[in-house]
């Protein structure tokens, strides 16, 4: 969500977050060090308010089943993947790696060593990124020749992943709505029949 700050997560050594860094305010300092606390704190707010909208968009990406995840509830046994359905209304703990499956306000199961598939979070990556560059949105025009000459250099070949089309639009300047992208996808042709392959664990 942050690309321009990637050292934000490096600074949570809690599961509660991560103490500031800067003594309590006292009006008996020095003007200079009470302007340096004030900064500090509204920076300190700011990264705060970054960490809770993160949670919450991985939270609600894993209750959409966009990101499916594999735990387990005995820590003796290993992982396996976790049911859908209690992924769905469980809550995540990012920093702990546990998810909490509640029933009529009690607690009836918790996964601990919780992880989540790298394909599912690099399809989701590429998605939030493409609708937060509306502003460098290309013309249809343009698109429909990329689409196009990506026709062409298939060859007859199977249409690549949506993800892989997105990346390979994006290199080229492309940013599309997530429909446009899906709706060019779709005129390369059928996908090959076959199962879906197995996505490495993270």
């Not at 490096?10 to 340096?36: A, C, F, H, N, Q």
């Not at 920076?43 to 960490?51: D, G, I, Y």
């Not at 809550?91 to 909490?100: C, F, M, T, Y």
């Not at 249809?140 to 298939?154: H, I, M, Q, S």
Request: with cysteine; net charge positive; charged share 35%.
């Amino acid at each position: 969500m942050f690309p321009g700050q990637p050292s934000l997560a490096d600074k949570i050594p809690t599961r509660s977050g991560w103490e500031p860094p800067y003594p309590e305010y006292d009006s008996t300092l020095p003007k200079r060090v009470r302007r340096l606390i004030r900064r500090k704190v509204k920076t300190a707010k700011k990264e705060e308010a970054k960490l809770k909208e993160g949670r919450e968009l991985f939270a609600g990406l894993v209750a959409q089943k966009k990101i499916r995840l594999r735990g387990t509830p005995d820590p003796r046994k290993s992982l396996e993947d976790i049911d859908p359905a209690d992924a769905e209304v469980g809550l995540v703990d990012i920093l702990a790696g546990e998810l909490r499956v509640f029933l009529n306000g009690k607690l009836v199961r918790t996964y601990r060593q919780v992880h989540c598939y790298e394909t599912d979070v690099n399809r989701c990556v590429t998605e939030l990124r493409s609708e937060t560059k509306r502003t460098k949105w290309t013309s249809p025009a343009g698109f429909e020749k990329f689409t196009a000459d990506y026709k062409v250099k298939l060859n007859g070949k199977a249409p690549p992943t949506e993800e892989e089309f997105t990346k390979a639009a994006n290199a080229k300047g492309h940013y599309r709505p997530r429909k446009d992208l899906r709706a060019a996808l779709a005129t390369l042709g059928p996908r090959r029949p076959g199962p879906r392959a197995k996505s490495p664990e993270k």
